[in-house]
């Protein structure tokens, strides 16, 4: 079965440090999400982008973090300068199309901020 | 039960009975909602979706009920395994914005052998 793949899975970076989160989503797929669960709270929505350009974004993804697909299977969320609290796991997802359909998530990167 | 925060509620039950986890949602203007089961150092895998415009579906094994005059969903699984011990969520969806998923708090299955 086709799944959404991560990596990598866990990431230690510094404090003011730019990191890059990778993700695959699953190859038919046309809507994709990143997603945030700090340790112990609630997966949180933090952006949504189809036809190269973000569709919404929440209160969380503010100027320090950006998306990208630089190709035609690779969707990227880049923090610019990292601070403790962005430590969480991230969780990229995607869906094939509008309607109502599941969105399918990938194991995670865990990123850990020193 | 549903719960915002760091407590995660816990259901404990015994291997074969069922078992039955609620949730609360907020938005009225939800039309589609899902139930993901989250295990340890994974993401959330989907178990069962249900639409607006129907207030119960059967999967294998589980049911989800969903009453929309009280904002409430339940999830049913029906013979518990020690297999389905995890965390739970339910998840609305808002397709006026961007179709993001609005996740509860979770709530923890252990499942006794």
């Known amino acids: 079965e086709p799944e959404v793949t991560q990596t990598p899975s866990h990431q230690v970076t510094q404090m003011g440090q730019e990191v890059i989160l990778r993700c695959v989503p699953i190859?038919?797929?046309?809507?994709f999400y990143w997603y945030r669960q700090i340790l112990g709270q609630k997966v949180e929505f933090l952006v949504s982008?189809?036809?190269?350009?973000?569709?919404?974004k929440s209160e969380i993804f503010d100027d320090q973090f950006s998306v990208e697909r630089p190709d035609g299977s690779n969707f990227t969320l880049k923090i610019r300068s990292t601070k403790l609290e962005d430590s969480a796991m991230y969780f990229c997802?995607?869906?094939?199309?509008?309607?109502?359909?599941?969105?399918?998530f990938g194991d995670g990167t865990r990123l850990s901020i020193l | 039960g549903e719960s915002v925060g760091l407590h995660l509620p816990t259901l404990s039950v015994q291997e074969g009975d069922n078992s039955i986890i609620n949730c609360a949602y907020s938005n009225s203007a939800s039309d589609y909602f899902i139930w993901y089961k989250q295990e340890s150092g994974k993401g959330p895998q989907f178990i069962i979706d249900?639409?607006?415009?129907?207030d119960k579906r059967q999967g294998q094994r589980v049911t989800v009920l969903l009453n929309k005059t009280v904002k409430h969903l339940s999830l049913q699984i029906a013979a518990t395994q020690p297999g389905d011990s995890a965390v739970y969520f339910c998840a609305e969806n808002d397709i006026n914005a961007g179709n993001m998923l609005t996740f509860g708090g979770g709530t923890r299955l252990m499942v006794k052998p």
């Open positions: 982008f189809y036809n190269n350009e973000i569709s919404e």
């Open positions: 997802a995607s869906k094939e199309n509008q309607g109502n359909q599941p969105q399918h």
């Open positions: 249900i639409r607006s415009n129907m």
């Open positions: 190859s038919n797929h046309l809507y």
